[in-house]
């Protein structure tokens, strides 16, 4: 009898000594963030829960936006960017804005807003002809389909400053190019290829220490 207390006792001790109590089931964005404290910062909000389910944010209401839809693309008339002004009558300097793997979305049309304030013309381009995504998957299908054939999205860009230094009110010389993750690149390449820009900054995007920059005439800098 008391080698079987003993035994049912030290059985105990066993399963409250490896138990690591109720982990609480991931069913939203906001559990998501209090299981793995990391938020991926797009629009709307991303998090990734242990298991590797994406959850994002919902959003209740829409992003306040001043600026406007423009076609930039002259064989493309249905493709749309996004451009905000300053106050004033210019000219100003501009920037090109380029988009995550997400697409054009709200968030880049509000960072536009934000260096409008700053007193620049902003023109947020579009790499995926329209197409905006929340899901990693169909992000990465439409990042791999533009690298896998690049020259269309060189064509976006040499549009998009073709049509900023057109512009009346735009410092034809003062141009910049500004990219996050897949813009990021983008921006990148901007200036390593010579697209028009007097600088380029990355966020979080691919640089090639190795490549070949006797083309490049535009500064870089790299977050």
């Not at 106050?87 to 988009?99: R, T, V, W």
């Not at 896998?148 to 976006?156: C, Q, S, V, Y």
């Not at 290829?193 to 220490?209: C, H, K, R, T, W």
Request: hydrophobic share 40%; net charge negative.
């Amino acid at each position: 009898m008391q080698k079987l207390l003993l035994a049912f006792v030290s059985l105990v001790v066993l399963v409250g000594c490896n138990s690591t109590g109720t982990t609480k089931m991931v069913s939203s964005f906001d559990d998501c963030v209090a299981q793995t404290g990391e938020v991926m910062e797009s629009y709307p909000r991303q998090c990734r829960d242990n298991d590797g389910k994406t959850w994002v944010e919902e959003i209740s209401e829409p992003v306040s936006l001043n600026g406007n839809g423009i076609a930039y693309h002259p064989d493309k008339p249905d493709l749309t960017g996004y451009v905000a002004m300053p106050e004033g009558d210019g000219p100003f300097p501009a920037l090109i804005l380029i988009h995550e793997w997400w697409g054009l979305n709200d968030n880049i049309r509000a960072f536009a807003d934000q260096f409008a304030e700053q007193g620049y013309i902003a023109l947020a381009v579009d790499l995926y002809d329209g197409e905006v995504t929340d899901t990693r998957d169909r992000a990465m299908e439409l990042v791999t389909a533009v690298r896998g054939d690049t020259e269309p999205a060189f064509e976006n860009l040499r549009h998009a400053v073709s049509y900023l230094q057109s512009r009346d009110d735009v410092i034809a010389d003062s141009l910049a190019s500004v990219g996050w993750c897949f813009g990021g690149g983008w921006a990148y390449q901007m200036a390593k290829n010579d697209l028009g820009v007097e600088a380029s900054i990355m966020y979080y995007g691919q640089f090639e220490p190795e490549a070949d920059f006797m083309h490049m005439r535009s500064s870089i800098l790299g977050h």
